[in-house]
């Protein structure tokens, strides 16, 4: 599917305008440049797109007002009503009807896979995100991770990529060793059954209570660690069963958020994988020794360097990610290889890179670390060591628990409360989490996520029910050929612009790997709509043919808010 927005259209015939005009400028922009160029004015007075004609004064050699009033003298199409020369730009102003249909038109018919495109088929993109820890629990700081990771998922699929969804589950270490001698000293089936993982963090916190009196348990707790590195039936066993135990935990907080994966091949399964990189990087003489570690030395790259082998002759992260890069690309050969990681891993990453480019692997520049900030709950940072930690489940459940109430109170004759109500304090805390630039540090506060009428998610979810609301009173109305001459005033073209620069967003937020340019921009719309809404009346019987303009344009922004709200993960509602 692709479609054309004006934008693009716009700047495509600007181009041949130049062209057509000066034949013999060298150094004229291309399409592509006067579409980066093009501006929306603050004030739709001054039009409704602005190129700045000065950027242009250097090619063409000529003074900025003559090139502005020439292109405005020789500019003329059907889809531009006017063209104006102001101080250095020239402003469009768009025929308006002739915009309406057009963008329209286009939506309905796609519907909801406007926006979507083929541009990715035949390529496949790696995303390794949520990468949960094994036999620890599942807390808000792995939010983030699971959550870009999805929706940037959703996005490149929706653009025609191939994806594969990676859970690398941190489950290798000598605290599994510790765990299971734990588990054999003091612990039983039956308990850890049933406790899952809280009982098997209870196991590892007396293990290092009791390892504080007698350092020989830390050997034993080695010792087992060994047996699983070779294998050992008994030792595999119960590293299974306790990773099974988690996965079962935590697989109940990815159904509510609606999350999955294709791979949860972890770090234990490089285990196998590690020595054909220790051979190859000495084989390509880059590892040394220093203080008996083997290392890569990265200091000609100012960073420290990326330790292969401790002087014991153990494995680290940063080895089995080096398994994990080189595994991925045999497998899967991906034109891109996304981590979702805090950027606190901003150093290890740039090392793991930096020595698979020395390896000789030029796929290198095609991993990327997407790295966010951090979350905070009302105002208290996260320390698992001060005890403050928020398991990810108990606030997606108070989260529900608080939308039942708000709708319990607003629409209590609403038929599947429960339903809507996952729907909408699970979509609270997800927009939450994806409305800021993924840099930026996030203080999670009740008051803002799930409040109705901020910028939050049951403000656009409520958005886009009044929207179905609308179309299902439409449904009594006779069908009319609609007349686009009566959604020209400003406050629809505020809803047909947002709408008509949709497909860019998206592409934007895949390039830059920010869901939050469509969070944003969804939530703009759904404001433009509530104006509109607010301000006219949609149904009119008077008027069959303006209604039915005014209930395509509702349609369309129902179609574009659902598909922005399922890119960042969101359900909509259709009544709430
Ligand atoms: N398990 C790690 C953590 O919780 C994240 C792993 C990220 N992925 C990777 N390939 N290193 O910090």
Not at 35 to 40: D, H, I, K, Y
Not at 66 to 75: G, H, L, N, R, Y
Not at 307 to 312: A, K, P, V, W
Request: glycine share 6%; aromatic share 10%; net charge negative.
């Amino acid at each position: 599917m692709s479609f054309m927005d004006m934008k693009t259209k716009l700047a495509g015939l600007m181009a041949q305008c130049l062209t057509d005009t000066w034949q013999d400028a060298q150094g004229l922009p291309t399409a592509e440049e006067i579409r980066g160029l093009l501006a929306v004015p603050p004030d739709p007075k001054m039009g409704d797109y602005a190129l700045p004609v000065f950027r242009l004064a250097k090619a063409l050699r000529m003074p900025t007002a003559k090139i502005a009033t020439t292109v405005v003298e020789k500019w003329s199409h059907e889809d531009v009503a006017r063209a104006e020369a102001v101080n250095g730009y020239v402003n469009f102003f768009l025929n308006r009807v002739n915009f309406a249909a057009e963008t329209l038109e286009s939506v309905l018919k796609a519907g909801e896979n406007y926006g979507s495109s083929d541009m990715g088929n035949g390529k496949t993109i790696c995303l390794d995100y949520s990468s949960i820890n094994i036999a620890k629990r599942f807390h808000i700081g792995h939010l983030s991770t699971t959550m870009i990771g999805h929706s940037l998922r959703r996005i490149y699929d929706f653009l025609g990529y191939k994806t594969v969804g990676i859970n690398h589950l941190g489950d290798w270490g000598t605290q599994f060793g510790k765990m299971i001698c734990a588990y054999k000293l003091w612990g039983n089936e039956e308990e850890v059954e049933k406790g899952g993982v809280n009982e098997l963090v209870r196991l590892y916190v007396k293990f290092h209570e009791e390892a504080e009196k007698d350092p020989a348990l830390d050997d034993q707790g080695r010792a087992w660690f060994k047996k699983i590195e070779d294998g050992d039936k008994e030792a595999m066993r119960i590293f299974n069963w306790f990773k099974a135990l988690t996965l079962r935990d935590t697989e109940r907080v990815y159904k509510l958020l609606g999350v999955t994966f294709d791979s949860y091949a972890g770090e234990s399964f490089y285990n196998d994988k590690m020595d054909r990189v220790i051979n190859e990087l000495k084989e390509k003489n880059l590892l040394t020794i220093s203080e008996g570690a083997s290392i890569v030395d990265l200091s000609e790259d100012n960073m420290s360097p990326c330790i292969i082998l401790r002087s014991d002759g153990a494995t680290l992260y940063a080895t089995r990610d080096l398994a994990a890069a080189i595994y991925r690309h045999d497998t899967y050969h991906f034109d891109k290889c996304l981590y979702v990681v805090a950027y606190q891993q901003d150093l290890h990453f740039r090392q793991i890179f930096r020595v698979l480019e020395k390896m000789g692997y030029e796929w290198a520049k095609d991993c990327v670390h997407v790295a966010f900030g951090m979350i905070s709950y009302e105002g208290q940072a996260l320390s698992t060591r001060k005890g403050h930690v928020v398991y990810l489940e108990d606030l997606l459940n108070k989260a529900v628990e608080k939308a039942r109430e708000i709708i319990e109170e607003k629409s209590p004759n609403l038929p599947n409360k429960d339903e809507v109500a996952r729907q909408v304090g699970v979509g609270a805390v997800v927009y939450f989490d994806l409305h800021n630039d993924r840099n930026k540090d996030i203080d999670f506060r009740w008051e803002r996520a799930l409040n109705f009428d901020g910028e939050t998610g049951p403000y656009v979810q409520y958005t886009h029910a009044r929207c179905c609301s609308v179309l299902r009173k439409a449904e009594a109305f006779a069908a009319a050929e609609p007349d686009y001459s009566v959604i020209t005033d400003d406050e629809a073209q505020d809803v047909l612009m947002l709408i008509s620069h949709f497909p860019q967003v998206v592409r934007k937020a895949m390039e830059q790997s920010e869901p939050s340019m469509i969070t944003r921009h969804t939530t703009q719309l759904a404001q433009a709509y509530n104006k509109y809404y607010f301000e006219h009346r949609i149904m009119d019987e008077s008027d069959p043919v303006g209604t039915a303009a005014r209930v395509n344009l509702t349609r369309a922004v129902r179609d574009v808010i659902k598909t922005g709200l399922y890119l960042i993960g969101v359900e909509a509602p259709e009544r709430m």
